[in-house]
C-alpha cells in the first residue's frame, strides 16, 4: 500500500524560509515530484528527485532521502504569490508506474 | 509549452445520468491519468492509460468507466451519476523517458462536476 504524509497547513511571513516535509511508506517507489497548487487552478510541476540529495531551482529546493522515506520542500524569500497549496506526489512501479499524491499542505504567507 | 485541455470548467448534472468527460492534450505524450480531488483527501487517481486502447483502473475506478481511441484524448464516463461523484475532475499527461519512468504530469484545468 501507499501512505504519504505531509501537514495540513502552514503559515510563514513574506521573506522567510518555509520548509514543507513529506514522508512516505510507498512499496516501488522510485521517485518523488512536487507540485504548487493555487486555489482553483490546476496543479503545476515544481520540482523532481530521483537520488538522495537536494535539487535547488531558482527559490525553491527540494530533498530527498530514500532510506529515510523523506523529501522536503525548501521555499526561500517567501513571496505572498507563494500562498498556495503544495503537494507530494510519489512515483511507484508497483504493476504499471503511477504517481499518487498526498493531501497537500496549505501554505499561507503573510505580510 | 505543453496543454491539456479538459471540455468543460463546470458542469452540473443530474443523479443516474451519464456524463462524459473529455481531455485532449496537445503534446504527443503516451501517458494520461484522470484524477478526481477532494477536501481532505487531495487527488485520487481514478484510471489511467499509457497508449492507445490501453487503460488501468486507478486507486477508485468504481462507477467509472474510460476509453481511448486516439493518443491525444481520454475521456472518463460516469456511468451513471451519482451525488458521491460531485468532485473536482483532474486530467493529466506525461512522458515515458529513459528506463522507462514516467516523468512529471501535466495538468488541465480541471472540471468540477455537480451531481444533484
Known amino acids: 500500500g501507499q501512505n504519504i504524509d505531509q501537514p495540513t497547513e502552514m503559515t510563514a511571513t513574506e521573506g522567510a524560509i518555509v520548509q514543507i516535509n513529506c514522508t512516505y511508506q510507498?512499496?516501488?517507489?522510485?521517485?518523488l515530484f512536487w507540485y504548487q497548487q493555487h486555489a482553483g487552478e490546476a496543479p503545476t510541476f515544481l520540482s523532481y528527485?530521483?537520488?538522495?540529495g537536494l535539487e535547488e531551482k531558482g527559490r525553491f529546493s527540494s530533498f530527498l532521502s530514500w532510506s529515510k522515506g523523506y523529501s522536503y520542500l525548501l521555499l526561500k524569500e517567501l513571496q505572498m504569490k507563494d500562498s498556495a497549496s503544495y503537494l507530494c506526489a510519489v512515483r511507484t512501479n508497483t504493476g504499471f508506474q503511477k504517481l499518487v499524491f498526498g493531501t497537500g499542505t496549505r501554505l499561507l504567507v503573510s505580510p | 509549452d505543453v496543454k491539456v485541455t479538459q471540455s468543460s470548467r463546470y458542469l452540473v448534472k443530474r443523479t443516474g445520468e451519464k456524463v462524459f468527460l473529455e481531455c485532449v492534450q496537445d503534446?504527443?505524450?503516451?501517458?494520461m491519468f484522470w484524477y478526481r480531488q477532494d477536501p481532505g483527501l487531495g487527488l485520487r487517481l481514478i484510471y489511467f492509460?499509457?497508449?492507445?486502447?490501453?487503460?488501468e483502473k486507478g486507486d477508485i475506478p468504481e462507477g467509472y468507466s474510460v476509453s481511448r481511441e486516439k493518443k491525444e484524448r481520454f475521456s472518463l464516463i460516469l456511468e451513471s451519476a451519482s451525488t458521491n461523484q460531485t468532485s473536482m475532475y483532474l486530467c493529466?499527461?506525461?512522458?515515458?523517458?529513459?528506463?522507462?519512468?514516467?516523468?512529471?504530469?501535466?495538468f488541465g484545468q480541471g472540471t468540477r462536476l455537480t451531481v444533484v
Open positions: 492509460s499509457y497508449d492507445v486502447k490501453m487503460k
Open positions: 503534446m504527443d505524450h503516451e501517458n
Open positions: 510507498t512499496s516501488g517507489f522510485n521517485g
Open positions: 528527485n530521483v537520488l538522495d
Open positions: 493529466a499527461s506525461s512522458l515515458t523517458r529513459d528506463r522507462g519512468l514516467i516523468t512529471e504530469a501535466f
